[in-house]
């Protein structure tokens, strides 16, 4: 099972929960991307990391966002007090090295219904 | 800003249609232009292209980059309803890390 994961595949959540989203990076793979496709709109990039470190977080969209990785591998990324606007399919990226031109791999997404 | 512009937004065509799908990218800092197919929610890889004038093949899909237009075109021949899935454009940036800026995809539906 080589591939990115990412749980839950479906999350429905009220207005003002907390949800916490998982990726699972394939083995190996140092840089790892949170993005977000809301309906209608394009792929968002969130936050990348390389290792457990973020350098850059420029996309988060408010302080409600946050994510951390540890021990180089699974990442979390958290949304406190969701809003109806964060609904949205969230997909996490790994690749092997963060320099050079190295493909990410896509995991299935987790799908995020505010009600 | 950087942007990726593709074009047409939505298609469709009949089994066995060809269809050229457009990209245009205003960035700074180019590195790649990639190209993604999305069906339900993951995307998946198709293309990578760094050069000039070069097309990529594979099977009935292929693609060329235009670093003088600014462009790339994925051409798609004999198409069959597997081909149905958005086509995503994406540009990669020389940011030191893999900073990737995409395109809103076009919507390919292939008709039996």
């Known amino acids: 099972g080589a591939g990115v994961s990412q749980s839950p595949s479906n999350k429905v959540t009220e207005k003002g929960k907390d949800v916490e989203l998982r990726c699972d990076p394939i083995s190996g793979h140092t840089a790892l991307y949170w993005y977000r496709q809301s309906l209608g709109q394009g792929l968002e990039f969130l936050i990348y990391f390389q290792g457990n470190s973020a350098p850059d977080k420029s996309g988060l969209p408010s302080d409600r966002f946050s994510a951390e990785r540890t021990g180089g591998s699974v990442s979390t990324l958290t949304i406190q007090r969701t809003q109806q606007e964060d609904s949205a399919v969230y997909l996490c990226a790994s690749s092997v090295l963060a320099g050079g031109a190295k493909t990410q791999y896509f995991g299935p997404g987790t799908r995020l219904l505010v009600l | 800003e950087d942007k990726v512009v593709q074009s047409p937004l939505s298609l469709v065509v009949h089994e066995g249609d060809t269809v050229t799908l457009n990209c245009s990218y205003e960035?700074?800092?180019?590195?790649?232009l990639l190209w993604y197919k999305q069906e339900k929610k993951a995307p998946t890889f198709l293309f990578m292209l760094?050069?000039?004038?070069i097309e990529k093949k594979s099977g009935r899909l292929s693609s060329i980059l235009d670093k003088k237009e600014l462009s790339s075109i994925l051409n798609i021949t004999a198409t069959q309803t597997g081909d149905s899935a958005i086509y995503l454009c994406v540009v990669e940036l020389n940011s030191g890390y893999s900073t990737l800026t995409f395109g809103k995809g076009t919507m390919l539906l292939v008709s039996p």
């Open positions: 960035v700074t800092n180019f590195r790649s």
């Open positions: 760094t050069s000039s004038g």
